[in-house]
């Protein structure tokens, strides 16, 4: 079986969870599914995915965080 494409698989992922996620919880889910940073980056530009930077505070930390955005 061949494996999914990230571009494949980010689209899949906001679909699911929501146009607009934390960076930190798509990089995570990424890595789990064996993608690479530099294979997330590609896909994100592929689909022309937006950066909200410092768009909402995390409530963990209280730090701002950024998000990214399906167009």
Partial sequence: MEKMSCTKWLCDFLEKT??????RTIRAEAL???FGQNELKAA???????????FMVNEA????????RAP
Avoid: F, H, M, V
């Fill in 18 to 23: 929501g146009r607009l996620q934390p960076r």
């Fill in 32 to 34: 789990k599914a064996g």
């Fill in 44 to 54: 994100r530009k592929n689909l022309g995915i937006i950066l909200e930077p410092k």
């Fill in 61 to 68: 930390t209280g730090e701002l965080e950024d998000y990214w």
